[in-house]
């Protein structure tokens, strides 16, 4: 780790909110007894953000957002993070740190289910929980989610995907986060792919249990593999190298995240196939719309990770001080902070920005 339904209520009422804002009314207590409890006007709240690493610049971003919101709201953030994507000990260690601590709420980018026990307990002692970017399962382990909406993400790089092919076969590479661990952000996002290109899904909360061959909606495809990346520039060239392995004929690459991306651009470039390849991913970061203005990724779909971070130290700080919680957007299950599909070759019936637009909201 690295540092720098049913609940006991806590807080209760609703918020007004809009695509870039939260709005707070009324004033409501917490609980008296330790965590969780209510602030004064100027009284500093504490708060930790605890994100899957400190490597991903993702996550960076997210840190940097949460840091330079805190200073403005009188907010002391404790900084954590696992060690790497996917380890559940490290988060489980900051959560209980955070309420051995008594503070007044946490902002987390679950690394998996098995932190949910240590959720539910931040939750028992009063702390207010709001998870950032990926949403838990079941989704009322925490108070609330601020989150792209990951299926949107996939599906928006899926129809332009498909769009791209004109008809032509897809021989598809999927490359997710994981194969021995289920997360919402990782079955969203490759369940939306598919859906985008107008693929038949199977079960909607799994990866890989789709049909191997079959129609899209331009012509016919087949899946070549499904191979976990562990989100990491290293993995996604792996996992790129060992689908090649089983199919040199992909033509498509549909990849977690950009730092995969980037190592998948690798593997195909060493093997003299990356020109013949369509690339997607969903981040947004900025070297991420650098790739897609240089033609290593075709389209990226963009995220707004400062404005998860901030906005939840922001509704933490203000329900710390008496004010009520945020509620999700309409529809969800959790408040969506956006995303926008970044490619400088449009699809026809697909909404995109161009990557001078995506460079200058990316990761904003």
Known sequence: MTTSRPRRTRFAGVVAVTAAALLTVGACGGDDDGGGATAGEGDTVAVTLITKDSINPFFVAMQDGAKEVAEQENVDLTIAAGAEDGDEEG???????????GEQGILIVPNGPGVNPAIERARDAGLFVIALDTPPDPADIVDITFATDNFEAGELIGQWAAAQLGGQPATIALLDLFNDKIVSVDYNRDQGFL????IELGDDKRNGDEAATGQYSGGTYEIACNEPTGGAEDGGRTAMENCLTRNPDINVVYTINEPSAAGAHAALEAAGVADNVLIVSVDGGCDGVQA???GRIGATAQQYPLLMAS?????IADIARGGEPPTPSDGLDF????????????????ESIDTTEGTDKCWG
Not at 91 to 101: G, L, S, V
Not at 195 to 198: D, N, V
Not at 311 to 315: D, I, N, P, T, W
Request: without cysteine; hydrophobic residues 45%.
């Open 292 to 294: 897609v203005t240089d």
């Open 335 to 350: 408040f969506n902070t956006g995303v926008a599909l970044v490619t400088d070759t449009p699809a026809d019936g697909v």
């Open 311 to 315: 906005e939840g130290v922001k509704a």
């Open 195 to 198: 859906s985008g290109m107008g």
């Open 91 to 101: 988060q489980i260690q900051a959560i209980e740190n955070a309420i051995a601590a």
